[in-house]
């Protein structure tokens, strides 16, 4: 009886949990269905939008008359998405590189060297790092316009490349090495940069690696710097384009989203190992 | 295990990334060559002359009519409508046995008449015989009756004449008065009968002085006889004539009326133009035409086969009937110019104002009353600076073939406004600029 009993507490909680996943993933089928639905089927769908709410969003997960015609023009008849592609690789890349420059020896430093004000300087860091964009972004708007530097993507780029998550993250991989280990390759002769390269940056990669991953998908999906500090268009990520949308094209927006999330899947799947123990790092006590 | 999953993971990032790149450069390539590509034009401050240029042909000044023996049976005809002919030329032909055979019933017609004319004067002639001698006895009568009642009156006078005495003779004996005046009454009476008797006699002898009415019939039957005679002489004439109808004088047919088989009618075979009359030339031109032409203005004429021009004015100018919302103008051309037929081409020129902004008709388009001309703007786009289409309303004030002048405030000298395009374009369109 008691084993009847826990095989239907197993099957109730597998059930309960596949309920879970299932409404949390639920949003991405809806996006892959609806980039395989013509225009007609969405706008039957979609009609609701349009009434002023006067009747409810209908939806089917396997669409009607299943088409590849909007992945088709989007690939293939839009080179506006893919300006905004690069652009957003561009950006992603430019700060995730310049992040690596900057904020993992900054994070090294902060980890391994004992310097009076460091605690306070790294405490300062933190504080940096709480702030949202809409605190900074008046400052750093008029700093952009001193330097010249609005509506261009180093507008983007260089203050990111200064922020600091990535260095707190880093911070967390650093701290875990072992300071007898160091102290070991000092006596043995190594000098520091050789023990930042040869022992920080492998022993510490899962922090850098979970900050390459987190700094991804945060710039990847930014929205408020290009929309603040970017005027022309040709200059926008891809987040922006979306917005630019019609609900005219509605199947041609599911694709775009299904294709922008293409990137931001990959560099999760890759790194996932290493941002669960980058994430680990991040809450160990100093 | 796990390096061998990232190194396929990577493996098909760089795949991903590679088919971006790929898809980058097909679809710029596609959506480039799916663009429009216009030309464009600024406008220029031109004058807006307006050139009248309409064909028209040319008519005879006047017609003369051809006519022939009607009732005759038309065997062939030998012109059409628009054919040149010279006096004497062959118009038409009689069918030969027809017209025998109508002489022949014009003969009959005759022998049948003369007949009658013999009759009647037969007829006169008995009828003669005898009013003379009803005149003679209208005479006789008279004469005898005169003498009667004569006498009868002299008789009644006598009576009277008596009684008058006897009453003298008598005094004034009542039966002798009442006898005179039966006396007095008789020859009263005796004298009015003979006064009518006289008169009954007398136009007894008028009446047979009356002419015969047959005179009127012989004299009909004369000039109906004189009639068939001519009728023959004609058909004879004809006959003689093989049956050919000849042109009176040179022109050109401008009208026939019969068909071979017909009966010729008693109005015109056919018309031919009056050449003594200069020719004209008939146009026909729109309502937009007449804005800019006017009666008695000078047009230059330009007829078909003749290299130089003519200077004419309009002589008429009205309302066509047979063409709806056009007008009939007519051209009176110098004698011995033009052909009935031929056509002939008038223009005209009206200097215009001139207007600062003027653009082609082609880039001018009309919807419903509202004129609109297709702008190039520029703007920034994902592409980075782009080129689309705007619609522009517009007021022209003024048109020819070449040029539209636009009023100023929509547009001005340097808006780039659309003269052509590889495709159709509408309001919004990304399009190529050919420069």
Redesign the interface.
Known sequence: MQKVWKLFMKGFIFCFLLLLGLTVIMPVLLLMSGSLMDTWELKGYLSAVFTDGESFIGWRLIPEFPTFANYGKL????????????NSMKLVCGILAGQLFIAVPAAWAFAVYQVKGSRVLFALYVVLMLLPFQVTMLSSYLILNELLLLNTHKAIILPAVFSTFPVFLSYGGFRSIPPQLLEAARIDGAGELTIFLRLGLPLGKSGLLSAVVLGFLEYWNMMEQPMTFL????L?PLSL?LP?ITWAQAGHAFSASVITL??AV??F??GQ?YLEQGIIYSGLKE | M?SQK?KK??I??AV?MVF?LA??L???S??AY?LPMVSTIVPESKYVEHIVETEGIIVAGGEKPVTCLPGLRIDSIQVHVGDRVEEGDVLFRIDMEDLEQLIGEKREEISKVSLNIDTILENQEIAQQKRDLELARAREDYDITARLKDTEVGRAAENYVQAEKDVQENGGDEELRDALQSAAYGEADAKAERDEAVKQAGRRVEDALLPDTAASDLEMARLEMADLQDSLNALQKIKEGEGVAAAPSGGVVTEIFIGVGDRVPDTAVLLISDESLPCQLKVTITKDQKKYISLGDQVSVKLVGKSKELEATIDYLAESKSVPEGFAALINLPENTGVPGVEGIISRSEPGEKYKLCIPPTALYKKDDRYYVYVLKER?????EEYYVEEVNVKVLDQNDNWAAIEEGALDQESRIITSSTKEVSKGDVVRWEQ
């Open positions: 690939l293939f008849e839009t080179p506006q998405f893919f300006v905004l592609f690069w005027e022309d268009k040709s926008w384009y630019e293409i990137p990959f560099v799947v890759l190992d | 796990k990232m993971l990577l098909g990032f991903f971006m898809c980058t097909v679809s710029k596609i959506y799916s920034e786009g994902i592409l980075g």
